[in-house]
Structures are given as structure tokens and as C-alpha cells.
């Protein structure tokens, strides 16, 4: 186990080579905060049967363009776009679906038994205004169903991205929409376009501009002058059809048996042009309107058709990690302490230093929780690491352990030292061991 890193005072790095705005380092003392979540995903996976499925980071711009929409701000604002050497125009991801649609299509996943289910988690990149809870570099994890139109996806997914929060007791809500389909949807579009067009002058810049080429946009702008206009609109629930109506209404009580906190909230569309009937984010409770989501998700029943499949249903959801991180800081939710060693190797001069490399290497075959700091020559400094650490016992060989082919071991809180016969050092700490440090605490 290598020594514990300290972490460095902030120093100033030469401008030229500073971290890009938006973009951050995650750093050994946040990692523990990574594994924690990556490992609650991969449980709810294998709880609910997904399997993982990793597509590239860089992709043709196209995918992106056709899914997420030419007029979305993902698309239009943020995406980092540009030629590569080929005179290709590609994109780095700035979300996920697209690509595991596009990898479901090329790889056949249409002729296997359905529905498929796969799950991610990786970075994403959006070129956004870079503010708390919104970076340029971001990591998201994703949970997919292709393949099945059954609503009952639809609320297994809400619960599973609700239950990801509201397992660790974070107050969280689950904000919950239809906004229909292509059969029902334009005569939505055209009476809410009709209204908004009365109040156009009232709207601000951008969704004067939302108002022609995506008027559902307008629905989920956070400006304070469009919040006043939208009040008094038309709701999808009440134009959708027949067959979307009663695929709301199950989802809802699948819900209800599922006893997710739900709230029909008619403002959530979603940024993305792909969706159709359900929609969802996941809000933490309590907070104001405002607020960034931990997560959203919904069908999308047109998109693997779209990108050249056959018609194939699908829903899905993602969720910010570094958010989700943020809540777990600020809820007060324990993660796992990073696992301490139990003991620590220490070697005075050449040949020493070789034995104890053996003995590291006996060690940890053995399974034994154990540090070094084999390029440190002084004594010294070596019994102050293993101090740092908290090791219970520190296995020494210097000159005279090397003659006599002993290894002292000094217990670190009370100083005592013993002289172990070399050969019997692995049959003896078993018993001064008796109480070994278990490697699954989760104290804070
Ligand atoms: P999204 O709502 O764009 O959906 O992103 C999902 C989550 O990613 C957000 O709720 C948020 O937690 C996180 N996120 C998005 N942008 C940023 C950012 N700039 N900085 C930090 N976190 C961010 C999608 O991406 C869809 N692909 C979800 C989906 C999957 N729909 C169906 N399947």
C-alpha cells in the first residue's frame, strides 16, 4: 500500500498550463467519494440486471446533431465540435444515450432477446458557463432499456435513479411529466406556440428565438421574465393521446406501489430533442425551483429508428456524479475511509532494503494491510511515516537483523520492540494481529 498522500499547498502552475476552466482534477482525497459511487452503481446494476457498456468519448458530431438536436443548447451552445486529422467532424460526447443507441444499432443488439439493459458511467463534456454544480467536464453514470415499450420501465427506472439518493437518506423528489409523442404532440406544439407568440415581446432573447425553432424549450427556461409568462400555459397531459394517456397512468401507479416521492411537475421537457411520453428529473427536496437536477431521464421511442435501426422503444436516465458528490458532502453521507495499513516496512541500508522488498512482497501474498517508503534512507523518517499512517506495528531489518537474519517489530504505540526469527516472522504476526483492521469500514 503506498504511503498516504499529503496534499500539496496550492502552488501557482505557469498560466499556459493551468487546468482549462470548467474542467477539474479529481484528486486522491476525493476518490474515496468516486469509489463510493461507483460501486452503489454497479449494486443497483447487477440488483436490477444491466450489464456495463462503455462507448467512446469522441464520436462523429452527426450522432450528436441527429439525437440530442441541432436546436438544442447542448448541441447549438456546448458541444465541443471540431476536425480531427482526417477532416472528420467529430464531437467529444456531451451526453450518452446517442452513443448506446448507436452501439446497440451497429452491433446487432436488435436481434437478441429484449429488452437490453446497460448501464455507464464516464466523463461527459459540455462547453457551458462553468459555475457550482456545472462543469465543462463533467462524469455521468446512465442506466438504459432498449427494446420494450412496457411502462413499467419506465417506473423501474425512476425508482432506481430516486433510490440511488433516497437509500443514503437524501431528501430528494422525483419531478415527473409526459410531453406525448409524434402522434399527439404537434397539436400541443401549436397551441402553445400560439399563446406564446401574445407574449413574444415579454420572452427573453433566447426563447424568443426557442419560440420557432423549439417552443417546448420554452417551458424549462429558468429567466425570471419567462417563468412570469409561463404560469397560464397549456399542459401536455391534457393534449396527449389515447395510447400515451394510459402508458402516464401506469407509470404512475407503478410509482405508487414503488412508493417513489413523486411530484407531476407539466415544466419538465428535458433539453434533448429525443424524448417522448415520460420525462423525470430528480430534484433534491426542500430546495428553490431553480436548482440544478441530480438527474434526469425518459423515452425515447423514436431514436433508434432515427439513427437507422428499426423502430425499437427505449427509456433511460443519468445522473451528475459530481453533483451527487456535492449533496453527499453537504448531507453529511458516509462514505468509506480510505483503508488504513496495519503494518509498515522499514529497512536501514542496501541490503536491507532488498530483504524488506521480499518481505513486502511475502506480505502482501498474505493479505496483510501494509506501507513502505523504500526510497527513504533515514530510520527516522521512515518511523514518522509509519506514525502518520497509524500502522499498529512496524517491521524493521537493519545491519544487525540482517547478520542475525532476524526482523525487529515494534509495536508503534507503546514502543515495545521484539526480535522475530526471519522465517518465523509470517506464523508470528497472525498472533499479535488477532484484532486485524477490517478492510470494509464505512465510518466517516
Ligand atoms: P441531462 O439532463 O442532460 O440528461 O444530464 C443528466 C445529468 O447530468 C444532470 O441531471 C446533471 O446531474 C448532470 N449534468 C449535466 N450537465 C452537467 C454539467 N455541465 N455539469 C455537471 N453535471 C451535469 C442526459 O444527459 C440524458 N442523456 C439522460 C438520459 C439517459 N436520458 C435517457 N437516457
Given at each position: 500500500?503506498p504511503?498516504?498522500?499529503?496534499?500539496?499547498?496550492?502552488?501557482k502552475?505557469?498560466k499556459?498550463y493551468?487546468?482549462l476552466?470548467?474542467?477539474?482534477?479529481i484528486l486522491?482525497?476525493e476518490?474515496?467519494?468516486?469509489?463510493?459511487i461507483?460501486?452503489?452503481?454497479?449494486?443497483?446494476?447487477?440488483?436490477?440486471g444491466?450489464?456495463?457498456?462503455?462507448?467512446?468519448?469522441?464520436?462523429?458530431?452527426?450522432?450528436?446533431?441527429?439525437?440530442?438536436?441541432s436546436d438544442?443548447?447542448?448541441?447549438s451552445?456546448?458541444m465541443?465540435?471540431?476536425?480531427?486529422?482526417?477532416?472528420d467532424?467529430?464531437?467529444?460526447?456531451?451526453?450518452?444515450?446517442?452513443?448506446?443507441?448507436r452501439?446497440?444499432?451497429?452491433?446487432?443488439?436488435l436481434?437478441?432477446?429484449?429488452?437490453?439493459?446497460?448501464?455507464?458511467?464516464?466523463p461527459?463534456?459540455?462547453?457551458?458557463?462553468p459555475?457550482?454544480?456545472?462543469?465543462r467536464?463533467?462524469w455521468q453514470?446512465?442506466?438504459?432499456?432498449?427494446?420494450?415499450s412496457?411502462?413499467?420501465?419506465d417506473?423501474q427506472?425512476?425508482h432506481?435513479?430516486?433510490?440511488?439518493?433516497?437509500?443514503?437518506?437524501?431528501?430528494v423528489?422525483?419531478?415527473?411529466?409526459?410531453?406525448g409523442?409524434p402522434n399527439?404532440?404537434?397539436?400541443?406544439l401549436k397551441?402553445?406556440?400560439?399563446?406564446?407568440?401574445?407574449?413574444r415581446?415579454?420572452?427573453?432573447?433566447?426563447?424568443?428565438?426557442?419560440?420557432?425553432?423549439?417552443?417546448?424549450?420554452?417551458?424549462?427556461c429558468?429567466?425570471?421574465d419567462?417563468?412570469?409568462?409561463?404560469?397560464?400555459?397549456p399542459?401536455?397531459?391534457?393534449f396527449l393521446?389515447?395510447?400515451?394517456?394510459?402508458?402516464?397512468?401506469?407509470?404512475?401507479?407503478?410509482?405508487d406501489?414503488?412508493?417513489v416521492?413523486?411530484?407531476l411537475?407539466?415544466r419538465?421537457v428535458?433539453?434533448?430533442d429525443?424524448?417522448?411520453?415520460?420525462?423525470w428529473?430528480i430534484?433534491?427536496?426542500?430546495r428553490?425551483?431553480q436548482?440544478?437536477?441530480?438527474?434526469?431521464?425518459?423515452?425515447y421511442?423514436?431514436?433508434?429508428?432515427?439513427?437507422g435501426?428499426?423502430?425499437t422503444?427505449a427509456v433511460?436516465?443519468?445522473?451528475g456524479?459530481?453533483?451527487a458528490?456535492?449533496?453527499?458532502?453537504?448531507?453529511d453521507?458516509?462514505?468509506?475511509?480510505?483503508?488504513?495499513p496495519?503494518l509498515?516496512?522499514?529497512?536501514?541500508?542496501l541490503?536491507?532494503?532488498?530483504?524488506?522488498?521480499?518481505?513486502?512482497?511475502?506480505?502482501l501474498?498474505r493479505?496483510?494491510?501494509v506501507?513502505?517508503?523504500f526510497?527513504?534512507?533515514s530510520?527516522?523518517?521512515?518511523?514518522?511515516?509509519?506514525?502518520?499512517?497509524?500502522?499498529?506495528?512496524t517491521?524493521?531489518?537493519?545491519?544487525?537483523?540482517?547478520?542475525d537474519d532476524?526482523?525487529?517489530?515494534?509495536d508503534m504505540?507503546?514502543?515495545?520492540?521484539?526480535?522475530?526469527?526471519?522465517k518465523k516472522?509470517?506464523?508470528?504476526l497472525?498472533?499479535?494481529?488477532?484484532?486485524?483492521?477490517?478492510n470494509?469500514?464505512?465510518d466517516k
Open positions: 500500500m504511503a498516504k498522500l499529503i496534499m500539496p499547498a496550492k502552488a502552475v505557469p499556459n493551468n487546468l476552466r470548467g474542467f477539474k482534477d486522491p482525497a476518490q474515496r467519494y468516486w469509489d463510493f461507483q460501486q452503489r452503481v454497479y449494486k443497483l446494476a447487477d440488483d436490477y444491466f450489464s456495463r457498456l462503455e462507448t467512446p468519448i469522441l464520436e462523429s458530431a452527426a450522432l450528436f446533431i441527429r439525437s440530442v438536436g438544442s443548447d447542448i448541441v451552445k456546448e465541443y465540435t471540431f476536425l480531427d486529422q482526417g477532416n467532424k467529430v464531437a467529444l460526447r456531451p451526453e450518452g444515450t446517442a452513443g448506446v443507441v452501439s446497440y444499432i451497429e452491433h446487432g443488439f436481434n437478441q432477446p429484449q429488452p437490453v439493459k446497460a448501464f455507464y458511467f464516464g461527459f463534456f459540455r462547453h457551458d458557463r459555475q457550482a454544480g456545472r462543469q467536464q463533467f453514470f446512465g442506466f438504459e432499456v432498449l427494446g420494450d412496457n411502462p413499467v420501465l417506473a427506472l425512476i432506481i435513479s430516486y433510490k440511488f439518493y433516497a437509500e443514503l437518506n437524501l431528501p423528489q422525483v419531478e415527473v411529466n409526459s410531453i409523442c399527439c404532440r404537434p397539436a400541443y397551441e402553445l406556440t400560439t399563446i406564446l407568440k401574445k407574449h415581446k415579454n420572452l427573453c432573447p433566447d426563447c424568443q428565438l426557442r419560440l420557432t425553432k423549439n417552443p417546448l424549450r420554452v417551458l424549462d429558468k429567466n425570471k419567462c417563468q412570469a409568462v409561463l404560469t397560464d400555459l399542459q401536455t397531459v391534457d393521446c389515447e395510447d400515451c394517456k394510459k402508458h402516464f397512468v401506469s407509470v404512475l401507479e407503478y410509482l406501489e414503488l412508493e416521492n413523486y411530484n411537475n407539466p419538465i428535458r433539453g434533448l429525443y424524448y417522448t411520453k415520460t420525462a428529473e430534484l433534491e427536496t426542500g428553490d425551483g436548482q440544478d437536477s441530480l438527474g434526469g431521464g425518459g423515452r421511442d423514436e431514436l433508434v429508428n432515427e439513427l435501426g428499426r423502430p422503444p433511460g436516465f443519468a445522473c456524479v459530481e453533483r458528490i456535492s449533496r453527499f458532502k453537504n448531507h453521507i458516509a462514505v468509506k475511509q480510505p483503508v488504513r496495519e509498515y516496512v522499514a529497512q536501514l541500508g541490503e536491507a532494503r532488498k530483504k524488506c522488498l521480499r518481505l513486502y512482497e511475502q506480505l501474498q493479505d496483510y494491510l506501507a513502505e517508503s526510497s527513504k534512507d530510520l527516522k523518517d521512515q518511523l514518522e511515516a509509519a506514525n502518520k499512517l497509524g500502522v499498529k506495528y517491521l524493521m531489518i537493519g545491519q544487525k537483523e540482517l547478520v532476524t526482523v525487529l517489530i515494534r504505540e507503546s514502543g515495545i520492540q521484539e526480535v522475530v526469527d526471519f516472522i509470517l506464523d508470528y497472525p498472533k499479535i494481529l488477532s484484532n486485524r483492521v477490517s470494509s469500514r464505512t
